[in-house]
């Protein structure tokens, strides 16, 4: 059955960096892309970019050019987004999220992880 | 960016009950819409997508239906695990953007 297991929460302070992983199982992780959606506390749902885990094609959320990057490793399945400059306003819930492999990053999100709480904080 | 509003933000209703929740693009979308539902710590779900095409697995007392600008999600006959929040997202062009959610609450 198809997976996407996240690492674990994290709490920084403002101004350094964050991590998080996506290990991808059951499929093919080559046939598909990983879109990032984060969720401040009682927020909704926020589009963060997407990567082509085909060809490594990225596209980033406007807002966050300059500060975000997506990368993947395709020998261990994995999806990783790095967060840069970290501010108290991007304390959330990041999810990653399986979606189409083409085009510049617009599909729907058949599977989601389960989530990674970064906490930024002084 | 498309602008995604969903109308009504919350929804009390009861077990049985027949319930519809409305989801209007600033602009049209082709039917390039998902629903989704997230329970309170949990992954949204998808439910929907081609905004009447039931994901597997999904209870077909889900349904969707619209076209140009404006969509709507209702669930036949509510169930008690059907309590939760509710959201689309548009898919036609990039950025993808979701509505703000619903929530729905037991009466």
């Known amino acids: 059955q198809v997976q996407l297991v996240q690492s674990g929460a994290e709490v920084k302070k403002p101004g350094a960096s964050v991590k998080v992983s996506c290990k991808a199982s059951g499929y093919t992780f080559t046939s598909y892309g990983i879109s990032w959606v984060r969720q401040a506390p009682g927020q909704g749902l926020e589009w963060m970019g997407w990567i082509s885990a085909y060809n490594g094609n990225t596209n980033y959320a406007q807002k966050l050019q300059g500060r975000v990057t997506m990368t993947t490793d395709t020998s261990t399945s994995t999806a990783y987004m790095e967060l840069r400059s970290l501010r108290s306003d991007d304390t959330a819930v990041y999810y990653c999220?399986?979606?189409?492999?083409?085009?510049?990053?617009?599909?729907?999100?058949?599977?989601w992880g389960q989530g990674t709480l970064v906490t930024v904080s002084s | 960016d498309i602008q995604m509003t969903q109308s009504p933000s919350s929804l009390s209703a009861s077990v049985g009950d027949r319930v519809t929740i409305t989801c209007r693009a600033s602009?049209?979308?082709?039917?390039?819409l998902a629903w989704y539902q997230q329970k309170p710590g949990k992954a949204p779900k998808l439910l929907l997508y081609a905004a009447s095409r039931l994901e597997s697995g999904v209870p077909s007392r889900f349904s969707g239906s619209g076209s140009g600008t404006d969509y709507t999600l209702t669930i036949s006959s509510l169930q008690p695990e059907d309590f939760a929040t509710y959201y689309c997202?548009?898919?036609?062009?990039?950025?993808?953007?979701f509505g703000q959610g619903t929530k729905l609450e037991i009466k």
């Open positions: 997202q548009q898919y036609y062009s990039t950025p993808p953007t």
């Open positions: 602009q049209g979308i082709s039917n390039s």
């Open positions: 999220a399986r979606a189409g492999y083409y085009g510049s990053g617009s599909h729907q999100f058949d599977y």
